[in-house]
């Protein structure tokens, strides 16, 4: 498995953004697809963004428009850069790394993400 560390969230106005940052323990990008997920109070953890090893990108449509997930294969980063957020964009975001051969997906400890006035 992957050790991943997520980093960038906190609490921001409605409108705002921010970027969240995940750090991979190694290089994993060109075997791994990565993505960002989210789980608010009281609801179910869905998928964000999903990046993958050929750079091919998919969001929810919550999100579309406003939110992009890119990497630096250089820093073993991926980030999710986070604009004109909202206050259903509340949650605990996760970064995951599934790995293109068989094997589990690995997953961040989470970092939470506020958007209130």
């Not at 906190?10 to 409108?15: A, F, H, I, K, S």
């Not at 060109?30 to 091919?56: C, F, N």
């Amino acid at each position: 498995q992957v050790q991943l560390v997520e980093s960038g969230g906190g609490l921001v106005q409605p409108g705002g953004s921010l970027r969240l940052s995940c750090a991979a323990s190694r290089s994993i990008f060109s075997i791994y697809a990565m993505g960002w997920y989210r789980q608010a109070p009281g609801k179910q953890r869905e998928l964000v963004a999903h990046i993958t090893s050929d750079g091919s990108t998919n969001y929810a449509d919550s999100v579309k428009g406003r939110f992009t997930i890119s990497t630096d294969n250089a820093k073993n980063t991926v980030y999710l850069q986070m604009n004109n957020l909202k206050p259903e964009d509340t949650a605990v975001y996760y970064c995951t790394a599934d790995p293109i051969a068989p094997g589990p997906l690995s997953w961040g400890q989470g970092t939470q993400v506020t958007v209130s006035s």
